[in-house]
Structures are given as structure tokens and as C-alpha cells.
């Protein structure tokens, strides 16, 4: 392989954080999968990006590039590269900017976390300490730079969790189908057929996951057991 293709492929690879599932989704994939690299040169790539972002994070004032920053690592860490020594070297990086992130990147960041078991597991104690003993009561709940980002209008939990209540209400009332919010709810809303359907939409969401994680190793999205993180 010549330095051409080789830096054609690492740019491809690292453009999509090492994700398979994403260079499918943009047709690029088959394309990449043609250069033959190495799993052992996928991780480095991959460290070596973690590394680069990390030696400079600090240097970043701008809270919304700052945390862009960290969701590029964590994707990294979460989802395509298993290192734990990164990984500690990220929370750390993490405490010590703390007391500059607003709450809104603080609460996007522990959720990134949480949604990886194992390694919610291994590192919720450190994580949690390290919020016990910051105050970040004082901190931003939306930074200027967050709410500027995409002309996007942010608004407080209380806010979002009322606005939300209002509208299923009204979606439960006015609605000629059943709307389940909850799994548990759809026994008593669905016929027997509709249980069915729904059961084996659930089973086949179940088989793909397995499947694309038995030839790519990581699990795609699952909207089913996605939960809110609460500082």
C-alpha cells in the first residue's frame, strides 16, 4: 500500500471515529473495507487521535468546542476503542474542567458514560466523587456558546419535562391509536395482534443488534433502553 491510499484510508477511518455502522450509513464502508487495515492499525489511529485531542483540550476556552472535543473522544472510548488508561486520562482532563463546562455539557458527557454498562461500572465511583467534590452549582446551565450554536433554543429540565407532559396528554387524549410511552403499558393498550407485531419488532431490532455486533463489535443505538442521566 502506497502513502497515498494509506492516508486515504486513515482519513475515511478516523472521519468517522472508526465506526462501521457510520461509514455504512454513508456508503462508505465498502470503499474502506478495500484498503485491508489492520485491526491493530485501526487502534492506533484511533489512540493516536484520543491522544492529540487530549494534549490540547485544555487550551480550549470555547465551552461548545470544548465539549465537542470530549463527545469526539468518548465516541471514540464508548463505542469503537476499548482502552481504560485513556479513558482515565479523559476524566481526569474532565475534572479539571469542570468548573468551566455549563451543566448541559457536564450532563452530555456523564451520559455518554452511562450509556457504555461496562464502563459505567468501572468508573461510576470515580465519576460520581469527582461531582461530589466540585461545586458546580454556580455553573451555567446553558452557555452563550451552546445556546448561539445552530440558532438552537435550550431550556431547563423543569421546562422540557413539563412541556413534554402537556403533550403526551394531549397526544393520549386526541389520539385514535394507542401511544405507548411506556413498555409496560403495552399489554393493556394493544390487541392481541398489535402485542405481536410489537413483540416481534422488538425480537428483530434485537437480531440486528446481535448480528451487526457480531461482525463490526459494537452495538448499534438502542432506542428501547435509552435513559435520562440526573446530576
Known amino acids: 500500500m502506497n502513502i497515498e491510499t494509506y492516508e486515504e484510508a486513515k482519513k475515511i477511518f478516523l472521519h468517522y471515529n472508526g465506526s462501521y455502522f457510520h461509514m455504512q450509513r454513508e456508503e462508505y464502508l465498502d470503499q474502506y473495507m478495500k484498503f485491508n487495515i489492520s485491526k491493530k492499525e485501526e487502534r492506533k489511529w484511533l ?8 494534549s490540547t483540550i485544555s487550551e480550549v476556552k470555547n465551552i ?5 472535543k470530549y463527545w469526539n473522544i468518548l465516541y471514540i472510548l464508548t ?3 476499548e482502552d481504560n488508561h485513556l479513558l482515565d486520562k479523559t476524566i481526569s482532563a474532565f475534572e479539571k474542567d469542570l468548573k468551566y463546562l455549563d451543566i448541559f455539557s457536564i450532563n452530555m458527557i456523564l451520559e455518554m458514560i452511562h ?3 461496562k464502563i459505567w461500572k468501572n468508573f461510576k465511583k470515580k465519576l460520581k466523587k469527582i ?3 466540585n461545586d458546580i452549582s454556580k455553573n451555567e446551565i446553558i452557555s452563550k456558546e451552546h445556546n448561539k450554536s445552530n440558532g438552537t433554543q435550550f431550556f431547563t429540565e423543569e421546562k422540557v419535562m413539563k412541556g413534554y407532559r402537556k403533550i403526551l ?6 389520539s385514535k391509536k394507542p401511544v405507548i410511552s411506556k413498555m409496560s403499558s403495552a399489554k393493556k393498550l394493544l390487541s ?6 410489537f413483540e416481534n419488532n422488538i425480537y428483530c431490532d434485537f437480531l440486528y443488534n446481535s448480528i451487526y455486533f457480531e461482525k463490526y463489535g459494537e452495538n448499534p443505538y438502542n432506542p428501547y433502553r435509552r435513559r435520562i442521566v440526573i446530576l
Open 47 to 54: 489512540k493516536e487521535k484520543v491522544e492529540k485531542i487530549l
Open 115 to 117: 450509556d457504555n454498562k
Open 79 to 81: 463505542e469503537t476503542l
Open 131 to 133: 461531582i461530589q467534590n
Open 169 to 174: 396528554s394531549e397526544l393520549k387524549l386526541r
Open 192 to 197: 392481541e395482534m398489535s402485542l405481536k407485531i
Open 64 to 68: 461548545n468546542l470544548k465539549y465537542d
